[in-house]
């Protein structure tokens, strides 16, 4: 293809993109496809000869529409909002033509001073604090466009647990490894926080503690001092929070004001997620839930969700730019210049390396829109959402178990969870709309979003009726079932020694009156599995127990103590002292200190990685010290160790006896100088 034809099928490829939002209403939502669907509609393999333009431009109805599922769709209400508009897809056109790869300012200096300049912008038109700015002389902070929330969460933790490791180390008598010190560390967020949280642990191996919400969802202050409290005495290091302002399934918000003084109090990061809430805050009078933001020590919210920028786009600001930098800053001489000491480059500030250019759409919605027609935007979907909520409290068998907020209502059947569940797969099978499900507490639920910017209220009521007269239908189905059954009760009663038999037949059909009208020969997703609950804690290094010292004291005093050796679980010497009150899981095996030595460890790491030698210990039948060995009570049975890590999965033999100790064993333990 050249010039003169990508100018012709530009404008042909934009034609149809206008058409295809312009009549995205009259689309199925959810794609009626089964997985491998593609296959079948496409070779083997590469073609080794070029194709013609209008031959892949005809399979992109063929191939690729019978499959999505429509996002902009007035009709998608699943999940948040993820939209776009055409002053974003403008933006990103000129951004793939220059194609820049935005690392350092250097490599292109329009892309850091405009995402720099675009941020401050975004920083004041939300109303957040002035720390958070580039340019302004009290600031040490800053924003940078991030790939998603889920990364910045992950960039985050890791910064706040680089930081903590920083304050830890000069108060040690002696060298500890990072992964000991790693190990010991524990940070929290609320039952109702996103997934991605936890996913940042699995990848720091960092404990993750959920902590229950009040009957609001919101986390409270006093839940997290007692859980801090707690976990100080069980040994662990407290150092961050994950503030959650609009929860994924309810859009429920923790209280930052009651947070963020305990956060500074104990010394923690504090990191707001408001991924989707974010946006509301064009609007002053929605900023209600921002009171305590002056604690936060970075925020994050997606403009790819509500703002019409599209995917991917995450504004992420920082309070110290510093902290971001001692965590990712990596030096080569290549990747250096001139004004390396007066330029902001981004790659210190991120995981990965290369860039896009990003700001440019963010600066074409912001200029095109303006910040009045962005809160008009805002302040219409939450008009639609009160719309159906209304409707929804008119009808009596349905209820709003929770607090509307913003554009999202969730709403199930009184009549338990087995009907809102089948309600929502008749709903899903019908393609008409998309909804999800989520969970408060026990309750079954359904999320209705109010996503697109071209949402009118006929569109809202024309979903509405669809809900309404299928959830009528279904109760009218049960009702004759249940009616058929009485006839049998009653014969029942007159034969009382049969009735205990059968009353457990007939209340697994009523059971599955619901979940058995018209099934689908395909099982949805949504069949598969109910939402499993999370574990209050989440050790990510192996397990929740502590490790084989324990850290006493208040935060800026630790004394580190060590636990009894395998010496003493296995029926060492009688007079050894015992540890009271110390149980099995108290019981640990010391790390060998004839594996790998100081000088190994910093041959095969950076002084700022958290190293991962798992196999070294097993191979040994040694555990290393962030396996926790779960003890037996039984003298007979063996020692065993279970990790998450691919490498590190044991279950190791120890003999009877007890192995003479290693010098690490005998060792003084390391102490924290108070």
């Given at each position: 293809?050249?010039?003169?034809?990508?100018?012709?099928?530009?404008?042909?490829?934009?034609?149809?993109?206008?058409?295809?939002?312009?009549?995205?209403?009259?689309?199925?939502?959810?794609?009626?496809?089964?997985?491998?669907?593609?296959?079948?509609?496409?070779?083997?393999?590469?073609?080794?000869?070029?194709?013609?333009?209008?031959?892949?431009?005809?399979?992109?109805?063929?191939?690729?529409?019978?499959?999505?599922?429509?996002?902009?769709?007035?009709?998608?209400?699943?999940?948040?909002?993820?939209?776009?508009?055409?002053?974003?897809?403008?933006?990103?056109?000129?951004?793939?033509?220059?194609?820049?790869?935005?690392?350092?300012?250097?490599?292109?200096?329009?892309?850091?001073?405009?995402?720099?300049?675009?941020?401050?912008?975004?920083?004041?038109?939300?109303?957040?604090?002035?720390?958070?700015?580039?340019?302004?002389?009290?600031?040490?902070?800053?924003?940078?466009?991030?790939?998603?929330?889920?990364?910045?969460?992950?960039?985050?933790?890791?910064?706040?647990?680089?930081?903590?490791?920083?304050?830890?180390?000069?108060?040690?008598?002696?060298?500890?490894?990072?992964?000991?010190?790693?190990?010991?560390?524990?940070?929290?967020?609320?039952?109702?926080?996103?997934?991605?949280?936890?996913?940042?642990?699995?990848?720091?191996?960092?404990?993750?503690?959920?902590?229950?919400?009040?009957?609001?969802?919101?986390?409270?202050?006093?839940?997290?001092?007692?859980?801090?409290?707690?976990?100080?005495?069980?040994?662990?290091?407290?150092?961050?929070?994950?503030?959650?302002?609009?929860?994924?399934?309810?859009?429920?918000?923790?209280?930052?004001?009651?947070?963020?003084?305990?956060?500074?109090?104990?010394?923690?990061?504090?990191?707001?997620?408001?991924?989707?809430?974010?946006?509301?805050?064009?609007?002053?009078?929605?900023?209600?839930?921002?009171?305590?933001?002056?604690?936060?020590?970075?925020?994050?919210?997606?403009?790819?969700?509500?703002?019409?920028?599209?995917?991917?786009?995450?504004?992420?600001?920082?309070?110290?730019?510093?902290?971001?930098?001692?965590?990712?800053?990596?030096?080569?001489?290549?990747?250096?210049?001139?004004?390396?000491?007066?330029?902001?480059?981004?790659?210190?500030?991120?995981?990965?390396?290369?860039?896009?250019?990003?700001?440019?759409?963010?600066?074409?919605?912001?200029?095109?829109?303006?910040?009045?027609?962005?809160?008009?935007?805002?302040?219409?979907?939450?008009?639609?959402?009160?719309?159906?909520?209304?409707?929804?409290?008119?009808?009596?068998?349905?209820?709003?178990?929770?607090?509307?907020?913003?554009?999202?209502?969730?709403?199930?059947?009184?009549?338990?969870?087995?009907?809102?569940?089948?309600?929502?797969?008749?709903?899903?099978?019908?393609?008409?709309?998309?909804?999800?499900?989520?969970?408060?507490?026990?309750?079954?639920?359904?999320?209705?979003?109010?996503?697109?910017?071209?949402?009118?209220?006929?569109?809202?009521?024309?979903?509405?009726?669809?809900?309404?007269?299928?959830?009528?239908?279904?109760?009218?189905?049960?009702?004759?079932?249940?009616?058929?059954?009485?006839?049998?009760?009653?014969?029942?009663?007159?034969?009382?020694?049969?009735?205990?038999?059968?009353?457990?037949?007939?209340?697994?059909?009523?059971?599955?009156?619901?979940?058995?009208?018209?099934?689908?020969?395909?099982?949805?997703?949504?069949?598969?599995?109910?939402?499993?609950?999370?574990?209050?804690?989440?050790?990510l290094s192996c397990s929740s127990e502590p490790l084989p010292y324990t850290c006493m004291g208040p935060l800026s005093g630790y004394v580190f103590?060590?636990?009894?050796?395998?010496?003493?679980?296995?029926?060492?010497?009688?007079?050894?002292?015992?540890?009271?009150?110390?149980?099995?899981?108290?019981?640990?095996?010391?790390?060998?200190?004839?594996?790998?030595?100081?000088?190994?460890?910093?041959?095969?790491?950076?002084?700022?990685?958290?190293?991962?030698?798992?196999?070294?210990?097993?191979?040994?039948?040694?555990?290393?010290?962030?396996?926790?060995?779960?003890?037996?009570?039984?003298?007979?049975?063996?020692?065993?160790?279970?990790?998450?890590?691919?490498?590190?999965?044991?279950?190791?033999?120890?003999?009877?006896?007890?192995?003479?100790?290693?010098?690490?064993?005998?060792?003084p333990a390391p102490k924290l100088q108070e």
């Amino acid at each position: 293809m050249q010039a003169e034809e990508y100018n012709r099928r530009g404008k042909e490829l934009v034609d149809y993109i206008t058409q295809y939002l312009g009549s995205i209403r009259e689309r199925r939502v959810i794609p009626d496809v089964k997985p491998g669907y593609m296959k079948e509609l496409l070779p083997d393999a590469a073609p080794t000869e070029p194709e013609d333009w209008e031959s892949i431009f005809e399979d992109i109805e063929k191939v690729i529409m019978p499959g999505v599922v429509h996002w902009q769709s007035p009709h998608m209400h699943a999940y948040y909002p993820s939209l776009t508009s055409w002053p974003s897809m403008l933006g990103d056109m000129l951004a793939d033509a220059i194609n820049c790869v935005g690392f350092t300012w250097a490599s292109s200096p329009a892309c850091t001073e405009l995402e720099m300049n675009v941020m401050d912008w975004l920083c004041k038109a939300l109303g957040l604090p002035s720390f958070f700015l580039h340019y302004h002389p009290e600031s040490r902070g800053g924003g940078i466009l991030q790939s998603t929330v889920s990364e910045s969460t992950l960039v985050a933790l890791l910064a706040a647990r680089k930081d903590k490791m920083l304050q830890l180390r000069p108060e040690l008598e002696q060298d500890v490894d990072d992964s000991v010190l790693n190990s010991r560390l524990v940070a929290y967020a609320s039952d109702q926080a996103h997934s991605s949280v936890e996913k940042a642990g699995l990848i720091s191996l960092v404990k993750i503690r959920f902590l229950p919400t009040d009957e609001r969802l919101s986390l409270r202050g006093d839940t997290l001092k007692q859980a801090i409290q707690e976990d100080r005495q069980r040994g662990l290091v407290p150092f961050m929070l994950c503030v959650t302002l609009g929860t994924t399934g309810v859009c429920a918000f923790d209280n930052l004001p009651e947070l963020g003084p305990v956060c500074a109090e104990e010394g923690l990061w504090l990191h707001v997620d408001a991924a989707y809430a974010g946006s509301a805050y064009f609007c002053p009078e929605l900023r209600w839930s921002l009171e305590g933001i002056e604690f936060a020590d970075s925020f994050v919210f997606n403009p790819s969700k509500w703002m019409m920028v599209h995917f991917d786009c995450t504004a992420f600001w920082v309070k110290d730019k510093y902290k971001l930098q001692q965590t990712f800053t990596v030096d080569p001489v290549y990747l250096r210049h001139e004004n390396s000491h007066a330029a902001t480059d981004f790659m210190h500030w991120q995981i990965p390396l290369s860039r896009r250019f990003r700001s440019l759409k963010l600066w074409f919605v912001m200029r095109s829109f303006g910040l009045k027609n962005l809160q008009a935007h805002i302040r219409h979907g939450i008009e639609m959402a009160k719309l159906l909520e209304s409707h929804i409290k008119s009808e009596p068998h349905f209820e709003v178990p929770a607090e509307r907020h913003l554009g999202l209502v969730v709403f199930c059947l009184k009549d338990g969870n087995a009907l809102t569940q089948e309600l929502l797969r008749r709903l899903t099978r019908s393609g008409t709309m998309y909804l999800i499900p989520a969970d408060i507490h026990t309750k079954r639920i359904i999320r209705f979003t109010v996503t697109s910017q071209f949402s009118t209220s006929e569109d809202i009521l024309r979903d509405w009726s669809i809900i309404s007269k299928t959830a009528s239908g279904l109760l009218a189905e049960t009702r004759a079932v249940n009616n058929a059954d009485q006839p049998k009760s009653q014969n029942d009663d007159v034969t009382p020694e049969n009735h205990h038999g059968d009353s457990g037949t007939r209340s697994e059909e009523k059971e599955d009156a619901a979940s058995g009208l018209d099934k689908a020969e395909v099982e949805l997703w949504i069949d598969k599995a109910w939402i499993r609950p999370r574990r209050p804690m989440r050790s990510l290094s192996c397990s929740s127990e502590p490790l084989p010292y324990t850290c006493m004291g208040p935060l800026s005093g630790y004394v580190f103590e060590r636990r009894p050796s395998l010496k003493d679980a296995t029926g060492g010497p009688k007079n050894a002292p015992s540890t009271a009150g110390a149980g099995p899981m108290d019981e640990i095996r010391e790390m060998p200190s004839n594996r790998l030595g100081k000088q190994d460890l910093k041959k095969l790491t950076k002084f700022y990685s958290v190293p991962s030698f798992c196999n070294q210990w097993v191979q040994c039948a040694r555990h290393q010290p962030c396996c926790p060995v779960k003890v037996s009570q039984a003298p007979q049975k063996h020692l065993s160790s279970t990790c998450r890590r691919i490498d590190c999965m044991c279950s190791s033999p120890v003999a009877n006896t007890a192995p003479s100790p290693t010098p690490l064993e005998t060792a003084p333990a390391p102490k924290l100088q108070e």
